[in-house]
């Protein structure tokens, strides 16, 4: 059984940090693109950023300059630093993954719980 499980979010401040994580366990063979996303409150699921197995990183423009996305392969994470942190990037962060697994050769995507990150003053 693969899972996917986030930690890192909280309450910060306007213009602080926080580093998000996500850690895929279970029987997995091989992780291509991790990916980030977020859901504002009334307001549909958004791609954050994404990151490819070489690490090769896209992201939405409203995050570029100020969020990154790294990971760890040897330990199947993926990681969002996030800086200069605005009210608008109050959400529900969810991570995303391609693998393969248990031996199989298609690979199939799976989403965290999510964790809230919520920035007020």
């Known amino acids: 059984q693969v899972q996917l499980v986030e930690s890192g979010g909280g309450l910060v401040q306007p213009g602080g940090s926080l580093r998000l994580s996500c850690a895929a366990s279970?029987?997995?063979?091989?992780?291509?693109?991790m990916r980030w996303y977020r859901q504002p409150p009334g307001k549909q699921r958004e791609l954050v950023a994404v990151v490819s197995r070489g690490s090769g990183a896209n992201y939405a423009l409203s995050v570029r300059g100020r969020f990154t996305i790294s990971r760890d392969n040897a330990k199947n994470t993926v990681y969002l630093q996030m800086n200069s942190l605005k009210p608008e990037d109050t959400a529900v962060y969810y991570c995303n993954a391609d693998l393969r697994s248990g031996g199989n050769y298609s690979y199939n995507t799976y989403w965290g719980q999510g964790t809230q990150v919520t920035v007020s003053s």
């Open positions: 279970g029987s997995i063979d091989r992780i291509n693109d």
